[in-house]
């Protein structure tokens, strides 16, 4: 089975904090992603790796960052904490040439 | 610009009945379709997929149609049981183009026991 797990599953945080979500996969799989959930507007693509060192921007990629220095881990970094980043936090990895993304447990995230 | 849109936010049937789950999308370039299942508090769960050469898929209890003209797709479930309350997406890909998934707004289905 694939195991996709991530750090935190609730983390609270002030406003300008920088927050570090940890995201890591046991499968070797190439590509991981990470979204964020929100009532109403799904899931939402902030960034993705096809592979080590290798990034590109998703769909809200603004006040974030994310760095994959080692294949199975994939972490997502809020420069500086706003309140309209509180949200449910997902990280999902897929092997190369498969369309099925798995997913972690989500870290939810308060800004306050 | 929403590509992949669930319109009915949620869903209500009697255990034992059929729940029909409804998508549809609007990038004709979409060759590949998905179905997750999401409990609270956990991450989503595959359920379901479904190829642009088929127009049906089947698996146990779960049926997703494709309707490739009306750029629509359906999951079915039945019977429906209460363990399927959940919120259900349904994702599109387009393979040529990076393999992204567009997830739509998802539907929460309730089951009566």
């Known amino acids: 089975d694939v195991k996709v797990t991530q750090s935190s599953r609730y983390l609270v945080k002030r406003t300008g904090e920088k927050v570090f979500l940890e995201c890591v996969q046991d499968m070797d799989h190439e590509n991981m992603f990470w979204y964020r959930q929100d009532p109403g507007l799904g899931l939402r693509l902030i960034y993705f790796s096809y592979d080590v060192k290798m990034k590109e921007k998703g769909d809200i990629p603004e006040g974030y960052s994310v760095s994959r220095e080692k294949k199975e881990r994939f972490s997502l970094i809020l420069e500086s904490a706003s309140t309209n980043q509180t949200s449910m936090y997902l990280c999902a990895s897929r092997s190369l040439g498969k369309e099925t993304q798995y997913f972690g447990p989500g870290t939810r995230l308060l800004v306050l | 610009d929403q590509q992949v849109k669930q319109n009915s936010p949620s869903l209500s049937v009697q255990e034992g009945r059929i729940s029909i789950l409804n998508c549809d999308y609007t990038?004709?370039?979409?060759?590949?379709f998905l179905w997750y299942k999401k409990y609270p508090a956990e991450g989503p769960t595959f359920l379901i997929s479904?190829?642009?050469?088929?127009d049906k898929n089947e698996d146990g209890r779960f049926t997703v149609f494709l309707n490739k003209s009306a750029k629509h797709l359906s999951l079915h479930i039945v019977p429906s049981q209460p363990g399927d309350s959940a919120v259900y997406f349904c994702?599109?890909?387009?393979?040529?183009?990076?393999?992204?998934?567009?997830f739509g707004q998802g539907t929460t289905l309730q089951v009566k026991p």
């Open positions: 990038n004709s370039m979409f060759d590949y």
């Open positions: 479904i190829s642009s050469i088929k």
């Open positions: 994702a599109a890909s387009a393979r040529s183009n990076t393999g992204k998934l567009i």
